[in-house]
């Protein structure tokens, strides 16, 4: 998907595309770098894996107010970031199983760790939806949470997921 551009032209619940997990074992860390640009001030899906035991298994949402949340298997945490829009945001969330830490970059700026949820583990067999919030597996969308723009799905690279320890 690297260097792919989706457009979503419109606030519906049919706007967003669908991708299939090829996962063969279960996930126990994971990374997220979408690309987006969008003057919408409301709250949006990102990127979103549902599998057939857990509904949104990983998240990665964003409210208008500049909060960004990023759940996995039920639980969420949430984080600020400067409201800047409407520009393009390069975004990065991080989860590791073994730590239980999740963070979250906005354009290359990391943000405050969280605890989120430790020794975790993630379904292979998932639907995931990026542009749009599912509420069940592939399915139950609604329109007012749907991404208006573009988003490209990233490589983690030097704009982001580079933190100094």
Known sequence: MYGKVFVLPEESA??????????????????????????LPSTYGLFFYTTRKQTEDIL?????????????SGAQVSFRSPVHFPALEH?????HSASGIAELWVDGKPMVRRCLKKGYSIGTDASIILGQRQHSLGGAFDMQQSLVGDMEMCTCGTLCCRRKT
């Open 91 to 95: 975004v990065c969330a991080s989860c």
């Open 60 to 72: 990665l949402s964003r409210r208008g107010n500049g909060v960004y949340s990023v759940g996995v």
């Open 14 to 39: 049919n706007s967003f595309v669908t991708l299939k997990a090829q996962a063969e074992k279960p996930l126990t860390a994971f990374t997220l770098c979408p690309r987006f640009c969008t003057d």
